[in-house]
């Protein structure tokens, strides 16, 4: 009889595959500061190309894309990010955004499939007339597929009309899409399509697809220009 393991603690923990060790050690290498290393180069192209925006870069870690996405898009100060109040941003990032970005979070309740309902949002975002008193909302983020509701997939609908919302109010849009391939299964949906609506997406490559750390943030040419500054 076979008996073979299956380690469900988390998706953390898959591991490297023999060819992707492999891969590893005969990468061609060069100074990533620079912008010479082919490698993260290639890495960089092809993770925009499959999510269809111009550029990307690779970042240590999630939590990190999320802070430099949120904070670019608010580098005016007084910036207020509309987030799920069940979100990995809002729960689970030690509140960088506000204590290292100097970003305020306002919280919209999370509805048990992980999506925000539309009218809340907006009603969330600050009148501009009362810039006296109030900080200026400058992006809405959305997650998905949502951790904290069990990993339930935002619709491609539902992020197009979130999306529809953001320009009205000239907002920026950022999809936490730590497992955005996995809604793209799960829906049927071509991850592209999928994430069209947003200014930038989050997509962590410790979660089920064998890298140990990392992640990228893609987005437009301007929007990773001043990411890497
Ligand atoms: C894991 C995760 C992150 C953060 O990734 P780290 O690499 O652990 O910092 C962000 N958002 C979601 C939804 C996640 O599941």
Redesign the pocket.
Known sequence: MVSRKVDLRSD?VTKPTESMRAAMAMAEVDDDVLGYDPTALELEEEMAKIMGKEEGLFVP??????LISVLVHCETRGSEVIVGDNS??HI??NGGIATIGGVHPRTVKNKDDGTMDIDLIEAAIRNPKGQLFFPTTRLICL?N???NSGGKCLSVEYIDEVGELAKKYDLKLHI?G??IFNASIALGVPVDRLVQAADSI?V?L??GLGAP???IIVGSKDFIAKVVI
């Open positions: 953390t870690s999630g939590t990190m894309g999320n990995h941003i689970l990032e997650e597929t949502h951790a936490d730590a497992r989050l962590c410790s979660k750390v990392g992640s």
